[in-house]
């Protein structure tokens, strides 16, 4: 499937300690046999998501945007239960009663509500087909040894729009699981130390199951450009960067 990209640039950007979220964001439309997709870049791990005339949103965090301004959601997923992925004031703000809100077990212990899906299940919400990919760590770990995300408590989503396949990773590292991928479209991979991956590894992930759009998300101070010097040889995978640090 082809995709044209559309650029939409918002204008603001995150303000010192204690300013208000920005209220403007970074947008790409991808045009695809079913429909445009838009793809707003809110912020580290939290984006938004427009497809059909639904709105998804991931990680909702009221740090990265004001959730009483932002529209309301057909459906919510929420990777892991920390608290830069699970807000349950933005939450509050964007759910309705007719909301599908997808998540981890630990999430819904949390927020009190949802779906939970394992790593591995499949379901069908709000008119997406949704897959829980595993989302964890190998080798960073914390002073005691163990890992910042375990294994089977974090969830990547793949979100199908139409025919167009969307990955978004949670937090995690370069897993033997994300070989298994396929057919993925856009790939949104963490990048952020030490909680996540490096370059390197972003790119090795990448290499492994080779989506044709791979955005880096949840960058921290990493530097973005490494990812596009690393994968420059990869001919079939378009690097792009925006705020998402």
């Given at each position: 499937?082809?995709?044209?990209?559309?650029l939409?640039?918002?204008?603001?950007?995150l303000?010192?300690?204690?300013?208000?979220?920005?209220?403007?964001?970074?947008?790409?439309?991808?045009?695809?046999?079913?429909?445009?997709i838009?793809?707003?870049f809110?912020?580290?791990?939290?984006?938004m998501?427009?497809?059909?005339?639904?709105?998804?949103?991931?990680?909702?965090?009221s740090?990265?945007?004001?959730?009483?301004?932002?529209?309301?959601?057909?459906?919510?997923?929420?990777?892991?239960?920390?608290g830069?992925?699970?807000?349950?004031?933005?939450?509050?703000?964007i759910?309705?009663?007719?909301?599908?809100?997808?998540?981890?077990?630990?999430?819904?212990a949390?927020?009190?509500?949802?779906?939970?899906?394992?790593?591995?299940?499949?379901?069908?919400?709000?008119?997406?087909?949704?897959?829980?990919?595993?989302?964890?760590?190998?080798?960073?770990?914390?002073?005691?040894?163990?890992?910042?995300h375990?294994?089977?408590?974090?969830?990547?989503?793949?979100?199908?729009c139409?025919?167009?396949?969307?990955?978004?990773?949670?937090?995690t590292?370069?897993?033997?699981?994300m070989a298994?991928?396929?057919?993925?479209?856009?790939?949104?991979?963490?990048?952020?130390?030490?909680?996540?991956?490096?370059?390197?590894?972003?790119a090795?992930?990448?290499?492994?199951?080779?989506?044709?759009?791979?955005?880096?998300?949840?960058?921290?101070?990493t530097?973005?450009?490494?990812?596009?010097?690393?994968?420059?040889?990869e001919k079939?995978?378009?690097?792009?960067?925006?705020e998402?640090?």
């Amino acid at each position: 499937m082809t995709i044209v990209i559309g650029l939409i640039a918002g204008v603001s950007v995150l303000g010192a300690a204690g300013a208000p979220p920005k209220t403007t964001f970074e947008s790409d439309v991808l045009k695809t046999a079913k429909g445009d997709i838009k793809l707003t870049f809110i912020g580290h791990g939290t984006l938004m998501l427009e497809f059909d005339g639904k709105v998804v949103h991931i990680d909702p965090v009221s740090d990265y945007a004001d959730y009483a301004r932002q529209p309301k959601a057909d459906l919510i997923l929420i990777t892991h239960e920390h608290g830069d992925h699970l807000d349950p004031r933005a939450v509050a703000q964007i759910a309705t009663d007719k909301t599908a809100i997808i998540l981890t077990e630990a999430c819904r212990a949390r927020l009190g509500k949802g779906s939970v899906m394992k790593n591995g299940d499949k379901t069908t919400a709000a008119g997406f087909a949704i897959e829980a990919v595993p989302a964890y760590n190998i080798k960073h770990t914390r002073p005691d040894g163990a890992p910042f995300h375990p294994k089977g408590v974090g969830n990547g989503y793949v979100i199908a729009c139409g025919e167009t396949k969307i990955y978004v990773a949670g937090d995690t590292e370069n897993i033997p699981e994300m070989a298994a991928l396929e057919g993925i479209e856009v790939a949104f991979l963490p990048m952020n130390l030490p909680y996540t991956m490096t370059p390197e590894m972003v790119a090795a992930a990448a290499k492994s199951f080779k989506p044709k759009i791979l955005y880096p998300y949840h960058y921290g101070k990493t530097d973005p450009r490494a990812l596009v010097d690393l994968l420059a040889g990869e001919k079939d995978i378009e690097v792009r960067i925006r705020e998402l640090r």
